[in-house]
């Protein structure tokens, strides 16, 4: 037996009924944890840049000929007023997509919801 017997306890995978077991150490899981916040961060950023312009700057295209007289166009849904530039802006107004309004409300507070849950979770990978 000598120092060439090898414990199977202490391997990190095994093939156990035609599956491969893997077990992740402390390390690889930590690394999964960043990961996973990173893109959750991702995910509450996409849902941010659609819901903060959509309640500050968008505007009706009438109000928005107002303020910028011959630059807009009548048959546009809405405006964004992008620094003082109007762009078409395709989602309309609030009132007539409420639905993709709440879904990217949604979006966002669950995607910096659960960042700020990785970062608890990240301590303790340390």
């Not at 959750?40 to 849902?47: D, S, V, W």
Request: charged content about 15%; aromatic content about 14%.
């Amino acid at each position: 037996m000598g120092c060439l017997s090898i414990n199977p306890q202490r391997l990190f995978w095994q093939k156990r009924n035609r599956w491969l077991v893997m077990r992740l150490g402390r390390d690889e899981i930590g690394v999964l944890v960043w990961l996973g916040t990173c893109a959750c961060l991702l995910f509450g950023f996409f849902g941010f840049a659609t819901f903060a312009p959509w309640t500050f700057h968008v505007m009706s295209a009438s109000e928005a000929a107002l303020r910028c007289p011959g630059a807009i166009d009548a048959s546009w849904p809405a405006v964004l007023c992008d620094h003082g530039r109007p762009v078409e802006w395709e989602l309309g107004l609030i009132g007539n997509n409420p639905l993709r309004y709440s879904l990217s409300l949604l979006q966002m507070v669950i995607g910096i919801g659960a960042f700020f849950f990785g970062t608890k979770q990240m301590k303790r990978f340390r």
